[in-house]
């Protein structure tokens, strides 16, 4: 059984600022752990994942996330907001040598003020 | 590449209505999934597809059905749409069953 807590459901950050999107799961067997990003109107795009190796994993547009396996925890940064990164995004968990499929957050809608 | 087509874009459908809508994969991916998003409830898996041949429930399978005749193609079928299924369906796709999906624009339904 897996399970993905994303800890609010609207962040609002002002342009500039750090951006630190919450997620936390739960997992019977090692997790694989992902981050999408979804534009207004638009599917969900593969922002970054964990596999297996190093912790601390880099996507596109800036955006990092680290796997804290004590803390059971992936948690979403990006050092400074742009106004392009005003968009919903969700953490999803699998664990692969389950064959178990991707079970995803509820979702974060960023807001970036000016 | 395309990656994950849908169609339709967006279509208004009369209640008691058929309708199916098409997906088609082009990275000769496994597994395949329908996914609504409506507002406030985020994604709910409908059906999905394992490999060819094969398909399984999701959460929310109620009156919708698929089919998975070959790796491309995952049409989901709403045999008597209701209103409750206005949403946004998304499908996707998976080298894998549990490695990292590939999501389609969306198909946009409106039942009245």
């Known amino acids: 059984a897996q399970s993905v807590t994303q800890l609010g459901s609207h962040v609002s950050v002002s342009e500039g600022a750090l951006v630190l999107l919450r997620c936390n799961y739960s997992?019977?067997?090692?997790?694989?752990l992902f981050w999408y990003v979804q534009y207004p109107n638009q599917g969900l795009q593969l922002l970054l994942k964990?596999?297996?190796?190093?912790?601390l994993v880099k996507g596109i547009n800036g955006f990092e996330a680290e796997f804290k396996k004590s803390e059971t925890s992936f948690h979403l940064t990006k050092p400074s907001a742009h106004m392009s990164d005003a968009a919903e995004y969700f953490c999803?968990?699998?664990?692969?040598?389950?064959?178990?499929?991707?079970?995803f957050g509820e979702g974060t809608q960023l807001t970036v003020n000016p | 590449t395309a990656g994950i087509t849908q169609a339709p874009t967006s279509q208004i459908l009369a209640a008691g209505r058929s309708m199916t809508l098409r997906c088609t994969q082009d990275m000769r991916h496994n597994a395949m999934y329908w996914y609504r998003q409506d507002l406030g409830l985020g994604l709910r898996l409908i059906h999905y597809?394992?490999?060819?041949?094969?398909?399984g429930k999701g959460e929310v399978p109620d009156g919708y059905s698929v089919s998975r005749a070959n790796t491309d193609d995952f049409p989901l079928t709403l045999a008597s749409a209701v209103p409750s299924q206005t949403s946004v369906y998304f499908c996707a796709s998976s080298e894998l069953l549990g490695s990292e999906q590939y999501f389609g624009p969306g198909t946009r339904l409106t039942v009245t």
């Open positions: 597809s394992n490999t060819a041949g094969t398909t």
């Open positions: 964990y596999t297996t190796g190093a912790t």
């Open positions: 999803a968990v699998s664990g692969v040598t389950s064959g178990s499929r991707l079970t």
């Open positions: 997992s019977s067997v090692p997790p694989y």
